[in-house]
């Protein structure tokens, strides 16, 4: 017993618990910003926030805050009283349960603090332009919508024209709010600051392209936080220079993320939060690591089109241009990518029914990737926080026998 | 390419007649050349692809389909093309189910179907508005997946309420005009368009007269006769529709000159995406009910606001897409839709409105409590009905009419 558990402490990821407090010290924060004469913005995760921190305004991820209420099982209940309000159960899990705990101050942190202003990009979808109409007339505030041209197969010149002309409005939206003038030479660091912590951000995931992996996507799951809710402050650089170091040491260690890796897999689409446990210690028994996601990789994915030194400039494109905001062929090829750099043994996909941008076109995906790149695919059918979309065993089974699949491919 | 249920009121028109009170024989107001055009509007609905192949061999037009109503026909018909609006399948989804998962919508599943299935490979084009998170995942799967034809996506904006969003949607139009003529190989003047917007503005204009003689004299124009003229004039040949629907209009106006409007009908607004399931009019008629007005992308969405005349014809298209009754999908203000549907209730006198919500339609469903809650303040009862393919059966659905009507 005693050997499991210095086992599991070696393993352990030991920056962890800064990542927790520095956590819980913005959320006091942004509880306190009424008290402290600060501003709250509430901003979509794919939104562009360093124009917030360089005007010195708090900004606060109601998705973030989703991924929290799915991670302590309180998701089913909110979005039941969401579907009490009037919301359909098949609207997006982390919409129905933002939108009812706002009523309620609910939740693992007793709700967010109230918002000023709302920011809304919708780069990751179209749902969250209703759900910030809905926050926007509940709060009754005002509401800055930042449209991005959805790329299917280009950037064209007449969305680039269009995304630069509203990065003015929205720095003129927030000098309105906050009642005084951008510092440009702010804005410039916050933008080097930004661009910095992503390539950081994008190194600590590239440590596991290492054999045997030091960390899982499930880990990724966890140290996100910090490059969606702070990009832009120096305490993100500091943390994930860290993490990093943490990281390099665990390499020349020869410490994995899991006792015996085998097999090394890729992840699609957001996290199960309510089953993130339950699932990592379920491919652990088979020896399989998932060593990356398409997910973490969207807050550092769009990098080769910001100029470091013209981040506003250059943020039109870079927002543009993410992920979740191009052609399900430019997705595919970018999983097929990340299967050589990780060189994974298989893929599974979660099938999200909260998330139609992420899920519709999955099956294309797997389609490709199983023709050009011959390894199992897993498709799962779940929700990342309304628990009743997940049936226990079933998945277990499924995991069971795709990981059959993957170890019989290994032996031959 | 419509609901799966045939509706039997098209078939047999003379059954509607029995439940209009006005103790007059009705045949919903058709007559002589009018009943012939009806009779042309259902066969096209009924036997769309064979209307087109046939229009296609006599007129050796390009055929292009769409999917929203925020699609600029006006650039399509200037191209000497024919736009045709996609509205699901007729048939069982099996295909379209290795491509898009259970919980998209049976609409985008039904146009993917259609794809797939080779039913539409008569088609020279597909047009793929930016709309919701599914049709633009449609338009992704359909460039890869669909052998025949041309695709295009015409990325609108999201938001329509300020200058920069006004000046791109003419951006992206005129961008627009230039893909479809690379794609057919023409080249569109201003006077194509100008005589375009001329066709589209007399088909809106008509397809109002009637919706507006229809809310005066709901018994003179049955709800399923009205959806199968405005479904009808998605697919015609819309220089015929033009001269057709207006001959109509003049034909229902001077039918209802001698007619005294039917107090005893309860009025009633219909509201959401589109209607599939034209069975449901019959059903809110017999039951004491009369649709006035809707707010549908395939009925009032698509015809209010006309095209203003000016030199720049592809500008005065965006200023209609900015101006027009919005979509959920799209943001004009927060308050933009209800109090365009307390509007509707208003000025057209109803007494209740039914919600017809898509199952899996996000911008619908999120609308519908704020709506609501609108609509409950002003104390008009509201009836939601989600729409699920197959509809309930229709003894569930008769009740659930009758139910509400009684309450309104």
Same mark, same amino acid.
């Given at each position: 017993?005693?050997?499991?558990?210095?086992?599991?402490?070696?393993?352990?990821?030991?920056?962890?618990?800064?990542?927790?407090?520095?956590?819980?010290?913005?959320?006091?924060?942004?509880?306190?910003?009424?008290?402290?004469?600060?501003?709250?913005?509430?901003?979509?995760?794919?939104?562009?926030?360093?124009?917030?921190?360089?005007?010195?305004?708090?900004?606060?991820?109601?998705?973030?805050?989703?991924?929290?209420?799915?991670?302590?099982?309180?998701?089913?209940?909110?979005?039941?009283?969401?579907?009490?309000?009037?919301?359909?159960?098949?609207?997006?899990?982390?919409?129905?349960?933002?939108?009812?705990?706002?009523?309620?101050?609910?939740?693992?942190?007793?709700?967010?603090?109230?918002?000023?202003?709302?920011?809304?990009?919708?780069?990751?979808?179209?749902?969250?332009?209703?759900?910030?109409?809905?926050?926007?007339?509940?709060?009754?505030?005002?509401?800055?919508?930042?449209?991005?041209?959805?790329?299917?197969?280009?950037?064209?010149?007449?969305?680039?024209?269009?995304?630069?002309?509203?990065?003015?409005?929205?720095?003129?939206?927030?000098?309105?709010?906050?009642?005084?003038?951008?510092?440009?030479?702010?804005?410039?660091?916050?933008?080097?600051?930004?661009?910095?912590?992503?390539?950081?951000?994008?190194?600590?995931?590239?440590?596991?392209?290492?054999?045997?992996?030091?960390?899982?996507?499930?880990?990724?799951?966890?140290?996100?936080?910090?490059?969606?809710?702070?990009?832009?402050?120096?305490?993100?650089?500091?943390?994930?220079?860290?993490?990093?170091?943490?990281?390099?040491?665990?390499?020349?260690?020869?410490?994995?993320?899991?006792?015996?890796?085998?097999?090394?897999?890729?992840?699609?689409?957001?996290?199960?939060?309510?089953?993130?446990?339950?699932?990592?210690?379920?491919?652990?028994?088979?020896?399989?690591?998932?060593?990356?996601?398409?997910?973490?990789?969207?807050?550092?994915?769009?990098?080769?089109?910001?100029?470091?030194?013209?981040?506003?400039?250059?943020?039109?494109?870079?927002?543009?241009?993410?992920?979740?905001?191009?052609?399900?062929?430019?997705?595919?090829?970018?999983?097929?990518?990340?299967?050589?750099?990780?060189?994974?043994?298989?893929?599974?996909?979660?099938?999200?029914?909260?998330?139609?941008?992420?899920?519709?076109?999955?099956?294309?995906?797997?389609?490709?990737?199983?023709?050009?790149?011959?390894?199992?695919?897993?498709?799962?059918?779940?929700?990342?926080?309304?628990?009743?979309?997940?049936?226990?065993?079933?998945?277990?089974?499924?995991?069971?026998?795709?990981?059959?699949?993957?170890?019989?491919?290994?032996?031959? | 390419?419509?609901?799966?249920?045939?509706?039997?009121?098209?078939?047999?028109?003379?059954?509607?007649?029995?439940?209009?009170?006005?103790?007059?024989?009705?045949?919903?107001?058709?007559?002589?050349?009018?009943? $012939?055009?009806?009779?042309?509007?259902?066969?096209?609905?009924?036997?769309?692809?064979?209307?087109?192949?046939?229009?296609?061999?006599?007129?050796?037009?390009?055929?292009?389909?769409?999917?929203?109503?925020?699609?600029?026909?006006?650039?399509?018909?200037?191209?000497?093309?024919?736009?045709?609006?996609?509205?699901?399948?007729?048939?069982?989804?099996?295909?379209?189910?290795?491509?898009?998962?259970?919980?998209?919508?049976?609409?985008?599943?039904?146009?993917?179907?259609?794809?797939?299935?080779?039913?539409?490979?008569?088609?020279?084009?597909?047009?793929?508005?930016?709309?919701?998170?599914?049709?633009?995942?449609?338009?992704?799967?359909?460039?890869?997946?669909?052998?025949?034809?041309?695709?295009? *996506?015409?990325?609108?904006?999201?938001?329509?309420?300020?200058?920069?969003?006004? *000046?791109?949607?003419? $951006?992206?139009?005129?961008?627009?005009?230039?893909?479809?003529?690379?794609?057919?190989?023409?080249?569109?003047?201003?006077?194509?368009?100008?005589?375009?917007?001329?066709?589209?503005?007399?088909?809106?204009?008509?397809?109002?007269?009637?919706?507006?003689?229809?809310?005066?004299?709901?018994?003179?124009?049955?709800?399923?006769?009205?959806?199968?003229?405005?479904?009808?004039?998605?697919?015609?040949?819309?220089?015929?529709?033009?001269?057709?629907?207006?001959?109509?209009?003049?034909?229902?106006?001077?039918?209802?000159?001698?007619?005294?409007?039917?107090?005893?009908?309860?009025?009633?607004?219909?509201?959401?995406?589109?209607?599939?399931?034209?069975?449901?009019?019959?059903?809110?008629?017999?039951?004491?009910?009369?649709?006035?007005?809707?707010?549908?992308?395939?009925?009032?969405?698509?015809?209010?606001?006309?095209?203003?005349?000016?030199?720049?014809?592809?500008?005065?298209?965006?200023?209609?897409?900015?101006?027009?009754?919005?979509?959920?999908?799209?943001?004009?203000?927060?308050?933009?839709?209800?109090?365009?549907?307390?509007?509707?209730?208003?000025?057209?006198?109803?007494?209740?409105?039914?919600?017809?919500?898509?199952?899996?339609?996000?911008?619908?469903?999120?609308?519908?409590?704020?709506?609501?809650?609108?609509? *409950?303040?002003?104390?008009?009862?509201?009836?939601?009905?989600?729409?699920?393919?197959?509809?309930?059966?229709?003894?569930?659905?008769?009740?659930?009419?009758?139910?509400?009507?009684?309450?309104?």
């Amino acid at each position: 017993m005693s050997e499991v558990n210095s086992d599991k402490e070696k393993r352990k990821i030991k920056s962890e618990k800064k990542m927790r407090d520095i956590m819980t010290a913005y959320y006091i924060d942004a509880k306190m910003a009424r008290q402290n004469n600060k501003k709250v913005a509430w901003i979509t995760s794919g939104g562009p926030v360093e124009p917030l921190i360089a005007m010195d305004v708090i900004p606060v991820y109601p998705e973030n805050h989703g991924a929290m209420i799915g991670a302590s099982k309180m998701g089913v209940d909110l979005c039941e009283k969401a579907e009490s309000m009037g919301y359909s159960n098949d609207l997006c899990s982390y919409a129905r349960s933002d939108i009812s705990c706002a009523t309620v101050n609910g939740g693992p942190i007793g709700g967010l603090p109230e918002p000023d202003m709302l920011v809304c990009c919708n780069n990751i979808c179209g749902t969250v332009l209703k759900w910030y109409e809905v926050q926007a007339r509940y709060f009754n505030i005002p509401l800055f919508i930042f449209d991005t041209p959805f790329c299917h197969t280009e950037y064209t010149k007449e969305a680039k024209r269009y995304v630069e002309r509203q990065i003015e409005e929205y720095v003129a939206f927030l000098e309105g709010a906050c009642g005084r003038k951008m510092d440009q030479d702010r804005m410039k660091d916050v933008g080097r600051i930004s661009f910095e912590g992503q390539k950081l951000w994008q190194e600590v995931l590239d440590t596991a392209v290492h054999k045997p992996s030091p960390m899982t996507a499930f880990d990724a799951f966890f140290h996100l936080a910090l490059i969606v809710t702070l990009r832009g402050t120096q305490q993100t650089i500091d943390y994930y220079q860290g993490l990093l170091a943490e990281m390099k040491d665990r390499i020349h260690a020869g410490i994995g993320a899991i006792p015996r890796e085998q097999y090394r897999l890729l992840w699609d689409n957001l996290p199960i939060w309510y089953r993130m446990k339950w699932l990592s210690q379920k491919f652990a028994e088979h020896d399989a690591c998932l060593v990356a996601d398409t997910y973490t990789s969207a807050w550092c994915g769009a990098m080769k089109y910001i100029d470091e030194n013209k981040f506003l400039d250059s943020m039109a494109e870079a927002y543009s241009r993410i992920y979740l905001n191009i052609g399900v062929d430019e997705m595919a090829k970018m999983v097929i990518a990340m299967i050589d750099k990780y060189q994974v043994d298989g893929f599974v996909l979660h099938s999200n029914r909260s998330c139609k941008p992420y899920s519709l076109g999955q099956f294309d995906i797997q389609r490709i990737v199983e023709k050009e790149r011959n390894i199992p695919c897993l498709m799962i059918e779940a929700d990342m926080v309304d628990e009743r979309s997940f049936s226990e065993s079933q998945v277990s089974t499924r995991i069971d026998a795709f990981m059959e699949i993957i170890k019989d491919r290994k032996r031959t | 390419m419509f609901g799966k249920r045939r509706n039997i009121a098209l078939l047999i028109p003379n059954m509607l007649a029995c439940v209009h009170k006005t103790g007059k024989p009705q045949i919903s107001g058709w007559e002589g050349n009018a009943m $012939d055009t009806m009779t042309e509007f259902r066969e096209v609905v009924d036997q769309p692809y064979a209307y087109l192949q046939k229009l296609k061999g006599q007129t050796g037009k390009k055929m292009v389909g769409y999917v929203c109503s925020y699609t600029p026909e006006e650039i399509l018909l200037a191209a000497g093309a024919h736009p045709v609006r996609f509205f699901g399948t007729k048939e069982q989804i099996h295909l379209a189910d290795s491509h898009l998962q259970s919980y998209s919508c049976s609409i985008v599943r039904g146009v993917l179907e259609e794809g797939l299935s080779g039913r539409i490979g008569f088609l020279d084009g597909m047009i793929f508005p930016h709309t919701c998170d599914s049709i633009q995942r449609l338009s992704d799967i359909w460039r890869m997946n669909i052998p025949f034809g041309f695709h295009l *996506d015409l990325v609108l904006p999201v938001k329509l309420n300020t200058s920069s969003a006004r *000046d791109y949607m003419t $951006d992206v139009l005129r961008k627009f005009q230039n893909d479809v003529g690379r794609a057919l190989g023409v080249n569109i003047t201003d006077d194509d368009l100008q005589k375009a917007i001329g066709t589209m503005n007399a088909i809106r204009q008509s397809i109002r007269d009637l919706y507006e003689i229809r809310s005066q004299y709901p018994h003179l124009l049955s709800g399923a006769d009205l959806y199968t003229l405005v479904r009808a004039s998605m697919m015609m040949d819309r220089e015929r529709l033009a001269g057709m629907l207006a001959e109509t209009a003049v034909k229902m106006k001077a039918k209802a000159a001698g007619e005294k409007p039917d107090a005893s009908l309860k009025r009633i607004i219909l509201v959401g995406g589109m209607c599939n399931h034209p069975d449901i009019y019959p059903l809110i008629e017999k039951a004491g009910g009369a649709v006035v007005w809707d707010d549908f992308c395939t009925g009032a969405r698509y015809f209010t606001e006309l095209v203003a005349g000016g030199d720049d014809p592809v500008a005065g298209i965006a200023e209609r897409l900015i101006r027009r009754v919005v979509c959920p999908a799209k943001h004009a203000g927060l308050d933009r839709r209800a109090k365009h549907i307390l509007r509707l209730v208003r000025e057209h006198n109803a007494r209740g409105v039914i919600f017809l919500l898509f199952k899996f339609c996000d911008p619908h469903a999120f609308d519908y409590p704020d709506i609501r809650k609108s609509m *409950d303040e002003a104390g008009i009862p509201v009836l939601l009905l989600e729409m699920e393919d197959p509809l309930p059966g229709e003894g569930q659905l008769k009740t659930r009419f009758e139910a509400f009507l009684e309450m309104v």
